[in-house]
C-alpha cells in the first residue's frame, strides 16, 4: 500500500440509473479488492469509489468529510465523536483484520531484546493517536507492563496535516510525545540512532507520512 497514488472508479448499479450515487473512499485490502475492481455492485446504487493509502484517507474524512462512505481509523473516530464531531456514523465492519503489535520495528543494535525492554527507550510513531499504535500500546501496558509513560515518543505527523490536528489531539498527562523535526523522519531518526524503536513504520512516504527509507 505504501507510496500509492489515488484511483478513482465508477461502479454502476445494476439497477441501472436513477439509483444513489454515493462516494466511496477505500484503502486496498482483500476485503476492499471486490469493490475497488467493479466485482461488488449495490442493487440501486451508484458508487465512484477512491482508493487511498489509509492515513491519507483517514485525514482526508477527519478534515473535509470528503467521503459520503469511508473507512476510518478506529481511534481517530472516537476521539472525534468524544469531542462532539457528529458528522460521521460508525458501522462495525472492520476491513483491515491486523495483530498491530507484529508491525513494531526495533533497531538490532538498540539493546531490546523483550517487550519489557521499552521501558525508556525512544519510540517513533507516525501518529500517537492512531489505531495501529494504540493497540500496540495497549499490549505493551496490559501483557508486558510497559505503561505509556513509559516511553519517550517521537512522532512523525505534523499538527497541520495529521488525525490528531483533525480531533484536536493534546497529549495524556504524563506521557511525554516530541514532534520529529520536520527535517527529518521517522527512518532517518532510527538509521542515526536516535530512536530506539517504532510502533508501526510505514515506509514509501505518502501524503501524511514523511519516511520513505
Given at each position: 500500500?505504501?507510496?500509492?497514488?489515488?484511483?478513482?472508479?465508477?461502479?454502476?448499479?445494476?439497477?441501472?440509473?436513477?439509483?444513489?450515487?454515493l462516494?466511496?473512499?477505500?484503502?486496498?485490502n482483500?476485503?476492499?479488492?471486490p469493490?475497488?475492481?467493479?466485482?461488488?455492485?449495490?442493487?440501486?446504487?451508484?458508487?465512484?469509489?477512491?482508493?487511498?493509502h489509509?492515513s491519507?484517507?483517514?485525514?482526508?474524512?477527519?478534515?473535509?468529510?470528503?467521503?459520503?462512505?469511508?473507512?476510518?481509523?478506529?481511534?481517530?473516530?472516537?476521539m472525534?465523536?468524544?469531542?462532539?464531531?457528529?458528522?460521521?456514523?460508525?458501522?462495525?465492519?472492520?476491513?483491515?483484520?491486523?495483530?498491530?503489535?507484529?508491525?513494531?520495528?526495533?533497531?538490532k543494535?538498540?539493546?531490546?531484546?523483550?517487550?519489557?525492554?521499552?521501558?525508556?527507550?525512544?519510540?517513533?510513531?507516525?501518529?500517537?493517536?492512531?489505531?495501529?499504535?494504540?493497540?500496540s500500546?495497549?499490549?505493551?501496558e496490559?501483557?508486558?507492563?510497559?505503561?505509556?509513560?513509559?516511553?519517550?515518543?517521537?512522532m512523525?505527523?505534523?499538527?497541520?496535516?495529521?488525525?490528531?490536528?483533525?480531533?484536536?489531539?493534546?497529549?495524556?498527562?504524563?506521557?511525554?510525545?516530541?514532534r520529529?523535526?520536520?527535517?527529518t523522519?521517522?527512518?532517518?531518526?532510527?538509521?542515526a540512532?536516535?530512536?530506539d524503536?517504532?510502533?508501526l513504520?510505514?515506509?514509501?512516504?505518502?501524503?501524511?507520512?514523511?519516511?520513505?527509507?
Open positions: 500500500m505504501s507510496g500509492m497514488g489515488p484511483e478513482t472508479v465508477k461502479r454502476g448499479s445494476r439497477a441501472g440509473g436513477g439509483g444513489l450515487s462516494s466511496v473512499g477505500l484503502t486496498p482483500l476485503r476492499t479488492r469493490v475497488l475492481d467493479g466485482m461488488f455492485h449495490a442493487d440501486g446504487i451508484d458508487m465512484t469509489c477512491l482508493e487511498l489509509p491519507e484517507l483517514f485525514w482526508r474524512q477527519l478534515k473535509f468529510a470528503e467521503f459520503d462512505i469511508a473507512e476510518m481509523s478506529m481511534s481517530s473516530m472516537l472525534a465523536i468524544a469531542g462532539g464531531d457528529d458528522r460521521f456514523i460508525g458501522i462495525p465492519v472492520f476491513s483491515t483484520h491486523y495483530f498491530f503489535q507484529n508491525w513494531i520495528l526495533v533497531r543494535d538498540s539493546g531490546i531484546k523483550k517487550p519489557e525492554d521499552f521501558a525508556g527507550r525512544r519510540i517513533g510513531v507516525p501518529e500517537y493517536q492512531q489505531t495501529a499504535a494504540l493497540w500500546r495497549g499490549v505493551l496490559h501483557e508486558f507492563g510497559v505503561a505509556p509513560k513509559d516511553m519517550e515518543f517521537w512523525e505527523r505534523t499538527p497541520d496535516i495529521s488525525h490528531g490536528g483533525s480531533t484536536g489531539f493534546e497529549p495524556p498527562e504524563g506521557v511525554t510525545v516530541n520529529i523535526p520536520a527535517e523522519n521517522m527512518g532517518e531518526m532510527l538509521l540512532g536516535e530512536l524503536a517504532t510502533l513504520y510505514l515506509p514509501g512516504g505518502n501524503l501524511v507520512d514523511r519516511s520513505t527509507a
